[in-house]
């Protein structure tokens, strides 16, 4: 069974920090890339942050670029996103799932992509206001 457990989010004031973490079953949880999206209300989910763990670099949306810092735990199948310097433009609900920008999926305007990933988690609500 698929399975993708998210956490990590809550309220925070505009400036401040939060630290997600995405634990994964097996068999949602690849040693090639994972990734951070969001979806804001009334928005479409979108790609924030990818771990293209097997190249050992990383890729941000420009929305994310110099703010937030994915890693990953091979040995615990967990993904980390820590997010600093929160606007309440990152206010969303954020997922995880293995699913990275590439030429089967190029990114678009400002850098994000968006999934084509199926199976999804619950999610962590982020929450940015003063």
């Known amino acids: 069974q698929v399975q993708l457990v998210e956490s990590g989010g809550g309220s925070v004031q505009p400036g401040g920090s939060l630290r997600l973490s995405c634990v994964a079953s097996?068999?949602?949880?690849?040693?090639?890339?994972m990734a951070w999206f969001r979806q804001a209300p009334g928005k479409e989910r979108e790609g924030v942050a990818a771990?293209?763990?097997?190249?050992?670099?990383?890729y941000y949306a420009d929305s994310a670029k110099g703010r937030f810092t994915i890693s990953a735990d091979n040995a615990k199948n967990t993904v980390y996103l820590q997010m600093n310097s929160l606007k309440a433009d990152d206010t969303a609900m954020y997922y995880c799932?293995?699913?990275?920008?590439?030429?089967?999926?190029?990114?678009?305007?400002?850098?994000?992509?968006?999934?084509?990933?199926?199976?999804w988690g619950q999610g962590t609500q982020v929450t940015v206001s003063s």
């Open positions: 799932a293995a699913d990275c920008p590439g030429s089967h999926n190029p990114p678009s305007d400002g850098g994000i992509w968006y999934p084509q990933n199926k199976n």
């Open positions: 771990f293209l763990i097997l190249a050992g670099s990383t």
């Open positions: 097996p068999n949602a949880y690849s040693r090639v890339c």
